[in-house]
T-cell receptor, first 115, second 116 residues
Framework: DVKVTQSSRYLVKRTGEKVFLECVQD?????MFWYRQDPGLGLRLIYF???????EKGDIPEGYSVSREKKERFSLILESASTNQTSMYLC??????????????FGAGTRLSVL | GENVEQHPSTLSVQEGDSAVIKCTYS??????FPWYKQELGKRPQLIID?????GEKKDQRIAVTLNKTAKHFSLHITETQPEDSAVYFC???????????????FGTGTQLKVEL
């Protein structure tokens, strides 16, 4: 059974803080993704990674960065948190396309509040 | 880039009735169309998907249809039950089977409520 684990379910941070959201998957998946979910806007892709140390911008990368030093771990970084980054953040992973990878498996989400 | 529109945003049906959710996409190169279900407080999970070489796919009470010419696809749920109440998301992507990963573009979601 695929397991995608996000380190925190709830986080409360202050404006200007540096915030790290961590995601770990245990299925040897090549691809990892970070989304934010807001009511009425669906899931919007922030960044994704096809391989270790590789990253590509998604649709809304402004204000975020990512790090993938190991295959199983993908971190989302808010360099200086702002109130408009209050949201639910979802991590997902999938196999490489050459291994039949289309299905994305999601973590339980981190609800971040920036005060 | 790809743009996916989803309608309706909310849908209320009586138990036992059918529910239909519709999505349109903009990129004719998209060839993979999954549907995810997200129950309250839980993670999104894939319920059914379809590829562009197929026009329809069924799995028990759930079916998905695809019209490539019109660039739209739909989710059909028959004999709805209270446990079908959830938010449903459609998505579209270009599936790259030679390597790399597919980037999904999601619709904005449909809140389905099945009333007793």
């Amino acid at each position: 059974d695929v397991k995608v684990t996000q380190s925190s379910r709830y986080l409360v941070k202050r404006t200007g803080e540096k915030v790290f959201l961590e995601c770990v998957q245990d299925m040897d998946h090549e691809n990892m993704f970070w989304y934010r979910q807001d009511p009425g806007l669906g899931l919007r892709l922030i960044y994704f990674s096809y391989d270790v140390k590789m990253k590509e911008k998604g649709d809304i990368p402004e204000g975020y960065s990512v790090s993938r030093e190991k295959k199983e771990r993908f971190s989302l970084i808010l360099e200086s948190a702002s109130t408009n980054q209050t949201s639910m953040y979802l991590c997902a992973s999938s196999l490489d396309g050459a291994r039949g990878g289309d299905i994305q498996y999601f973590g339980a989400g981190t609800r971040l509040s920036v005060l | 880039g790809e743009n996916v529109e989803q309608h309706p945003s909310t849908l209320s049906v009586q138990e036992g009735d059918s529910a239909v959710i519709k999505c349109t996409y903009s990129d004719s190169a998209s060839n993979y169309f999954p549907w995810y279900k997200q129950e309250l407080g839980k993670r999104p999970q894939l319920i059914i998907d379809i590829r562009s070489n197929v026009g329809e796919k069924k799995d028990q009470r759930i079916a998905v249809t695809l019209n490539k010419t019109a660039k739209h696809f739909s989710l059909h749920i028959t004999e709805t039950q209270p446990e079908d109440s959830a938010v449903y998301f459609c998505a579209a992507s270009i599936s790259i089977l030679t390597g790399g990963g597919n980037k999904l573009t999601f619709g904005t979601g449909t809140q389905l409520k099945v009333e007793l």
